[in-house]
């Protein structure tokens, strides 16, 4: 990895009914977005939200959203490709992908090249309760990592609610994952927001950077932005408020764990994944891949709710 400047730009979607011409509209925005946050700040890795393309909350049935995305990279992804091209930046984006039939979407981040190349396409692998089919949502999930190779370093890719579950983002790290994209449209507090991002960053000494969603989406839903930039040690180096904007910050890998809190004198001499016991992790795989669930009472499925 070599230092550069990264930025998360929060972005509103149209609020209104989802069709062809409001998901150009949202297309555009995030190409002028993106256009603007690197004019301004130099940004050589940009990351917009969750389904920025469509906002996260569809509000029509899963096979008419099929008919309304296309496959990635596609038509929709065209004019993201363009404006990282003629930046020549890196640009990560998330939005909802045409699956193989009609009815299967996949709530998808990509990774595009300052070439226009798109990188890698990851596919969310923990989809909220709300928008998992099983749960009569309208996301197929995924069930692969990706972790892509870039001029920047290598740079993974989860999505909002991915950030509650500690293994995915471990197997990044251990797959070689400096930075890790977290596009999101996170509703449930900014306290947890915080926190998982932190915690991902903190677990695996990497750089997490977590854009969210502002505005209102299609359904009506609206998000509270809050997006940041953490490194590796758990700091929060940028945060944004609850409007559309950005915020950036320069990520350095000879200071990502140069002190062991921020500021301090004290050196950094523990790694999270060098230190892992790996004894303890063979003896208990059995119980990491049994089925489980939590004891306690849980409330109903909430439509409003986002992850």
């Known amino acids: 990895m070599r230092a550069f400047t990264a930025a998360a730009v929060q972005i509103a979607p149209v609020a209104a009914p ?31 939200p969750e389904t920025a393309t469509t ?10 959203l099929w008919d309304l995305v296309t496959e990635l990279p596609g038509p929709m992804t065209e004019p993201l490709q363009e404006v990282a091209r003629e930046l020549g930046v890196h640009l990560c984006v998330g939005t909802y992908e045409r699956g193989p039939e009609r009815g299967v979407v996949y709530n998808s981040s990509v990774l595009i090249a300052p070439s226009g190349e798109v990188l890698g396409v990851y596919r969310k692998t923990h989809p909220f309760c709300s928008e998992i089919v099983t749960g009569g949502g309208w996301v197929t999930p995924g069930d692969t990592v990706t972790v892509c190779d870039t001029d920047l370093g290598r740079i993974g890719m989860i ?53 969210n969603a ?35 910050a320069r990520l350095d890998p000879a200071e990502a764990l140069a002190s062991l809190t921020p500021g301090s004198n004290i050196g950094q001499s523990f790694d999270h994944l060098r230190d892992r016991n790996l004894d303890l992790i063979r003896n208990h795989r059995d ?10 009472a849980h409330a109903p499925i909430h439509r409003g709710e986002a992850g």
């Open 287 to 296: 119980d990491l891949e049994r089925p489980a669930e939590t004891p306690f």
């Open 159 to 211: 999505i909002c609610f991915d950030g509650d579950y500690p293994e995915l983002s471990r197997i990044q790290a251990v797959q070689g994952a400096e930075v890790i994209c977290r596009p999101s449209a996170l509703l449930r507090s900014a306290d947890i927001w915080d926190l998982t991002s932190r915690a991902r960053a903190y677990d695996n000494h990497v750089y997490v950077i977590g854009a």
């Open 214 to 248: 502002v505005g209102t989406d299609p359904a009506g839903v609206l998000y509270f932005g809050n997006s940041h930039i953490v490194t590796p040690i758990g700091h929060v180096v940028a945060r944004a408020a609850t409007h559309e904007g950005w915020v950036t």
């Open 55 to 64: 906002g996260f909350t569809p509000g029509c049935s899963k096979e008419e």
């Open 18 to 48: 989802l069709t062809a011409e409001t998901i150009t509209t949202n297309v555009e925005h995030c190409v002028e977005r993106t256009r603007r946050c690197v004019a301004a700040t130099g940004a050589e890795l940009v990351v917009l």
